[in-house]
């Protein structure tokens, strides 16, 4: 394949565009995360690739990184510090260490930030080894992102006084420079089976055909790289030392190889590689001239693209808007990317399936541990109903861009993103297994993974004992989650459940829906009062779905959920009201100083005022919600701040492990006070929240040290998708 009739010079002086944003710089650092339908990547400042990620039938996903410890602050070291020496154990396409004083290395950096806050882009100076009185005599862009399975990432090297494309002058002498690019790395494979601990014994075959080929036997996946300078294709085989194949046993594998590369004054210079993680029995034969077709309009880079959607952000500012404004749709706008095209896994269609709707898992966190959270999955979908309804409400003037691509058309083109993307969620919520050792892995419920007696595997064998000792929160019912989440896309975007999604998708587990929970409470000796709130949210929003009509019958009169599903009316309200006495009994006063618990059981009663349970034919509901939320709201805006310290981490009703620290150190904490504060107090709020701002648009959770996963919850999208919907609020 050749890359030669592909235009890469729009990278060019790329952060001067309008679908530039730059990063908060000032801020901690952590990885720029990014991907497109379940194929994800993690990359740091300098673009030195931590991590890929891709779709897998047993594990949810599978993951490719470098050669480090798999542990959070492994992975948080390498993204605040860039690997000069070269030993750090990156991998990926970057500049490599200059050996020469006329060879070429990276200087200070000119600009960091996203392309539309979905792929990451980075500009540097270029200059020679060893001479600090060179002021930018060249420079290096680049720009990472994924398309059809594929991470792609470009880079321009230009050496001369001038980066533009419009200052290029050919007769501009002919001094050379060497610059060395390092491509690959060594790698393990892994799965959020292994996360968190030492890789397990693999074996590698690399292979050469158009680039190079590593196949893992115990994850059946295939890396495939592959390099392009100058639109040329290069030889990447060197790892494999003159053969064709070459089988390697261990834990990690060299996939390493650098090539020099020979820059003419004022001459660009393209380099392209690729890297793919794929099932190793795909149909694909190799990279696709597809994934370089209208790149442009793909990345949203031209004018005239619907993909332009920093347009949108910016257009949804407050004329004459200040700049903590422009930073609240920063993040708001990085937030619902990073759900989109990070957090969610699409599900496979099973061959023997009737359904047409596609199902999109949302994971927690894409670092560590990788798995499946419905309360944040739950937290994720309010978001993005948030955002489509503010999208789709918000006036928006027209800017100087709008005869090449009218804003209306750009605006119409993402809400119906996000319509899709809130259906598919909502199906995989339904169909799911709430099982808390299923709920680790992004499955279907009605295909039971593959287990030893009739699959046996040395990985399957692994994987389940890795799973065993892996820690759940069952201090409550995460299946209640799911229930409202139907209910508040339901009551908030009906246009995301129309009739035929209630009628096919979601009247066939409604009694399901009724059961699971039931098991639950029958089971329950000593329910925690996060969970009490929990099932009496569940059991009124089941209520009020059974309510909807479902369908019209032959006389054309509705009919509700109840009639169809056979569920009993008044059972369902006898065990809401049950529940609702557990609720009404709840202390008021806070003796104890606040705690993570006490948070999360504050968020979940502040969502009664979302949940329009005042629908409900009961004497005391809706007064229940009102009172609970009031008392909530009283008692966060009275919150004293910490003098006395307690000791470390304590249990938790005998299965949570929590942190007694000061409640100064947890994010959410201070997103609470902002949800409740008045109109004097809510510039003070927001500053002190923003003090847990990173660099890439998100939150640090927590700066509990007394955490030992303190570091691994950076990652965490739940505390990002709670402070993103309070500010939408504030609009």
């Not at 200059?98 to 600009?111: C, T, Y």
């Not at 929003?541 to 369908?551: G, H, Q, R, V, W």
Request: glycine letters at 6%; proline letters at 4%.
């Amino acid at each position: 394949m050749d890359l030669r009739p592909i235009d890469f010079e729009w990278l060019a002086d790329l952060q001067k565009s309008q679908c530039f944003t730059t990063c908060e710089v000032s801020s901690p650092a952590k990885s720029s995360d990014f991907g497109s339908e379940g194929h994800t990547a993690s990359v740091t400042d300098w673009h030195e690739l931590l991590q890929l990620t891709a779709p897998d039938d047993t594990c949810g996903i599978v993951f490719v990184r470098g050669q480090f410890p798999n542990t959070p602050d492994a992975i948080l070291s390498r993204c605040q510090r860039r690997d000069d020496s070269g030993n750090k154990g990156t991998f990926g396409t970057r500049l490599h260490k200059a050996e020469n004083d006329s060879d070429l290395e990276l200087g200070e950096r000119l600009a960091q930030g996203w392309v539309n806050l979905r792929w990451p882009y980075t500009k540097y100076e270029l200059r020679e080894r060893n001479n600090e009185s060179d002021l930018g005599s060249g420079s290096y862009e680049q720009i990472s992102f994924v398309r059809d399975g594929v991470l792609v990432q470009v880079i321009r090297l230009k050496w001369g006084h001038e980066s533009s494309l419009s200052d290029y002058d050919s007769a501009d002498g002919s001094e050379r420079k060497t610059a060395r690019v390092k491509v690959g790395g060594v790698v393990q494979f892994g799965c959020p089976c292994s996360n968190r601990g030492p890789p397990d014994a693999d074996t590698f075959h690399l292979s050469t055909g158009n680039g190079l080929d590593c196949v893992s036997d115990r994850y059946q996946k295939r890396l495939d790289m592959h390099l392009f300078i100058d639109g040329v294709r290069r030889d990447i085989s060197a790892p494999l030392r003159g053969l064709d194949h070459d089988e390697i046993s261990g834990t990690e594998v060299d996939t390493s190889s650098i090539h020099e590369i020979e820059l003419r004054d004022g001459e660009p210079a393209i380099i392209v590689s690729t890297y793919a993680l794929r099932e190793i029995d795909t149909e694909s034969t190799g990279l696709s001239i597809a994934t370089f077709t209208d790149l442009e309009d793909h990345l949203g880079t031209c004018n005239t693209s619907v993909n332009m959607t920093d347009r949108l952000w910016t257009a949804l500012c407050s004329a004459n808007y200040e700049a903590s404004e422009a930073v609240d749709f920063c993040v708001i706008g990085r937030g619902v990317e990073q759900i989109l095209g990070v957090c969610s896994v699409p599900l496979p269609r099973a061959a023997s399936s009737q359904d047409t709707d596609d199902e999109v898992a949302l994971l927690c966190n894409i670092m560590t541990p990788q798995y499946i959270d419905v309360q944040s999955s739950f937290f994720q979908i309010r978001l993005l109903v948030k955002a489509y309804n503010f999208i789709r409400s918000r006036h928006m003037e027209p800017d100087l861009f709008e005869r090449h691509q009218p804003l209306n058309d750009i605006r119409a083109a993402y809400l119906g993103k996000l319509l899709q993307f809130i259906r598919s969620c909502l199906v995989w919520l339904i169909n799911t297994d709430m099982k808390p050792r299923r709920l680790l892995l992004a499955l279907r419920s009605d295909e039971p993974p593959p287990d030893l007696e009739t699959h046996p595997s040395r990985r399957l064998e692994r994987c389940e004992q890795n799973r065993v000792r892996m820690h759940i929160d069952q201090s409550y019912n995460q299946a209640c989650y799911a229930t409202l989440a139907v209910w508040y896309v339901m009551k908030h975007c009906p246009q995301a459940a129309p009739d035929d999604f209630k009628s096919k998708v979601l009247l066939p587990k409604l009694r399901r829906a009724y059961e699971a929970v039931q098991k639950r409470a029958s089971r329950d000796k000593e329910p925690t009062p996060k969970n009490d709130v929990l099932q009496w949210l569940h059991l009124s929003c089941l209520f009020l779905i059974c309510n909807e009509k479902f369908e019209v019958d032959n006389h054309g009169n509705p009919v509700d959920g109840f009639t169809l599903s056979d569920l009993d009316h008044q059972e369902v309200v006898r065990t809401q009201q049950k529940f609702e006495k557990y609720v009404s009994r709840l202390k008021t006063a806070q003796v104890e100083s606040y705690s993570i618990e006490h948070e999360e059981v504050d968020r979940v009663l502040l969502l009664g005022e979302e949940l329009g349970l005042d629908a409900i034919p009961t004497p005391f509901t809706s007064s229940l919600a009102s009172s609970r939320a009031l008392q909530t709201r009283k008692r966060i805006a009275q919150r004293k701040r910490t003098t006395r310290f307690n000791p470390g981490p304590r249990t938790w009703k005998g299965s949570r492990v929590t942190s007694n620290g000061p409640w100064e150190l947890l994010c959410t904490n201070h997103q609470g006070f902002l949800k409740v504060a008045d109109d004097a107090s809510i510039k003070a709020a927001r500053d002190r929240l923003f003090e847990f701002l990173v660099s890439d648009y998100s939150f640090m959770t927590s700066w509990d040290r007394a955490d030992s996963n303190m570091v691994g919850k950076w990652w965490d999208v739940e505390s990002v998708s709670v402070i993103c919907a309070t500010l939408l609020d504030l609009r």
